[in-house]
């Protein structure tokens, strides 16, 4: 897209980062007439691994930006039921636990193509004269004033772009935050996930339901439908062993599990072998950057607080965060006359809004991710007595609630 020269300094946004967060708040931005260009270093929205999990507290977002239609347009599947398989010992026999999906007696989690809901927010910014995107291009570093405030963006080539605001949207390893000297204070983890995907023709699980396998040392398997056709395979490990397996041989095919997974699961990953993507790692990460802005540029999303995959938060958090950001940007940057300091303030007050939820979500994670660890027999007797008796279903939907529901109300308002 051929770039336009901006109105006024004053009213021009760069957000650095495609992502979910980024995506969104382009398009809030741009639709109220706000300059705001959209950069991604990548050619195109594709990823090998993207979360898919869009609970209540994301889709409630994308309903109040009115994108309902074109939100059911988009490729996705629900899973309203999971069934989960343990053993006690490797050669102990195989229970089947079938637990429905816990949402607030909601229709289940819906998975929806990353790629496919990045390039529908991208195209309805698009409809707007005052959106911008640059791909395949990355930010090297960030301009300053004579003061130190950002003041824009240096791209690969040297090109330089110029704005109000940068809002950094870059995800968990960004660019733009390490510019800054920010680091991210980390609350420690003791899993990765290895994520590999089959496109095959048939199911390996009825498609609104996912398997999942505790493995006999603990962790699990777990195969599920993706949104775009396909299935999704994800193993938690033991943080640190992905490079062991590379070593070994043994991550092709995921062939470390034979002998770890029931026969009926083996047969799963059999089935699935010749159209079976080489297995990557999700390194997992979880915490929060000791401030979310600095004059002239403003953190979000991943960059800001990389979250967990327990509870399928990312793209929920992220959408969020664009909500609140731009309830509190729009106005400021339509302001005649808007100062530096006042546009700082802001930044402020967006990072005061959103860190409560996001502190709150992290600690429910890492308590849930103890759990991820832990053997199948134990983890039978209880899901076995939580069904059985209906107080301790009440009580499990009541915590659950949390990632489905959010911690709090975010409701649009410009």
């Not at 910014?125 to 911008?132: C, K, T």
């Not at 999942?212 to 396909?230: I, N, R």
Request: charged share 25%; aromatic share 4%; with cysteine.
């Amino acid at each position: 897209m051929i770039e336009r020269s901006p109105r006024a300094d004053a009213a021009r946004v760069i957000v650095v980062g495609a992502g979910p967060a980024g995506a969104s708040l382009a398009l809030l931005l741009a639709r109220r007439g706000i300059d705001t260009v959209l950069i991604e270093r990548h050619a195109d929205l594709e990823r090998e691994f993207r979360g898919e999990g869009v609970q209540p507290s994301g889709l409630v977002c994308l309903e109040q930006m009115g994108l309902c239609d074109d939100v059911a347009a988009l490729p996705q599947t629900r899973l309203r039921r999971t069934v989960f398989g343990f053993r006690r010992g490797r050669d102990g026999p195989l229970r089947i636990v079938e637990v429905p999906a816990l949402e607030d007696g909601g229709p289940g989690i819906r998975l929806i193509a990353q790629p496919a809901l990045l390039r529908m927010l991208c195209a309805r910014a698009a409809e707007h004269p005052s959106f911008h995107l640059r791909m395949g291009v990355g930010v090297r570093g960030l301009l300053r004033d004579d003061g130190g405030r950002v003041r824009g963006v240096r791209l690969d080539g040297g090109e330089e772009l110029r704005a109000a605001l940068v809002i950094a949207t870059d995800g968990r390893h960004s660019i733009v935050r390490k510019r800054l000297g920010i680091e991210i204070d980390q609350v420690e983890q003791s899993f990765d996930v290895v994520w590999a995907r089959a496109r095959l023709e048939g199911p390996l699980v009825v498609p609104d339901q996912a398997y999942v396998e505790y493995l006999p040392e603990g962790g699990f398997a777990s195969v599920f439908p993706a949104p775009a056709g396909g299935h999704q395979i994800g193993v938690i490990i033991r943080k640190g062993v992905f490079s062991d397996l590379r070593r070994s041989g043994d991550l092709p095919e995921l062939r470390w599990l034979h002998g770890r997974v029931s026969k009926g699961m083996w047969e799963m990953l059999e089935r699935a072998r010749e159209q079976l993507h080489d297995p990557v790692l999700l390194d997992v990460i979880c915490g929060q950057a000791p401030t979310w802005s600095a004059p002239g540029v403003l953190l979000l999303g991943d960059a800001a607080h990389p979250m967990s995959p327990v509870g399928g938060q990312g793209i929920n958090m992220a959408l969020r965060d664009a909500v609140i950001a731009a309830n509190h940007l729009v106005p400021v940057l339509l302001e005649p006359g808007c100062s530096p300091a006042e546009l700082d303030a802001v930044l402020g007050a967006i990072e005061a809004e959103r860190r409560p939820e996001i502190t709150a979500i992290q600690a429910l994670q890492t308590r849930r991710a103890r759990g991820l660890r832990a053997r199948g027999w134990l983890m039978l007797r209880l899901m076995s007595a939580i069904l059985r008796v209906r107080p301790l279903l009440r009580l499990l939907l009541r915590q659950r609630a949390p990632f489905g529901r959010g911690q709090v109300q975010v409701r649009l308002r410009v």
